[in-house]
């Protein structure tokens, strides 16, 4: 499955780092975009630029406040799923999302993923 972290760090100590790296523990495929360029293991961090296609889920660690301006290159990605993780929840992109027939889910990646209910 390929998978979009939208608000990737190279800091080790930051979820979204922790996402990508249990993410390829369970063999995703990734897609990493951040404010900065960098690198998590095998997995190139990039700042936003032309939506990717051919992703299944973009998974979200960036807070509400600063989402407003992604919200083109969410909708245009056209993602199956946008997982809103701790403190991402944001009503105003749900509303969006569920026009556009995009699932949804209030969740933790990492516990998603530990227990099995990633896919």
């Known amino acids: ?10 800091k080790t100590n930051r979820y979204s780092n922790m996402a990508i790296r ?3 523990d369970y ?27 051919d992703v299944h889920t973009i998974t979200l660690y ?7 301006p992604l ?3 969410i909708l245009e990605t056209q993602p199956k799923r946008v997982i809103f993780n701790p403190g991402t929840e944001n ?6 999302l569920k026009k556009k027939e995009i699932e949804i889910e209030v969740a933790c990646t990492l516990v998603m993923l530990r227990v ?3 896919e």
């Not at 009503?91 to 969006?96: A, F, I, K, Q, T």
């Open 27 to 53: 063999e995703h495929e990734v897609v990493a975009v951040g404010n900065r360029v960098g690198q998590v293991l095998d997995v190139p961090i990039e700042k936003v630029s032309d939506p990717h296609s």
């Open 116 to 118: 099995n209910q990633f």
């Open 71 to 73: 919200y083109n290159y």
């Open 1 to 10: 499955m390929r998978v979009l972290v939208l608000g990737a760090s190279e």
């Open 91 to 96: 009503p105003e992109l749900m509303d969006l």
């Open 62 to 68: 960036i807070g509400p406040a600063n989402q407003p």
């Open 22 to 24: 249990m993410l390829r």
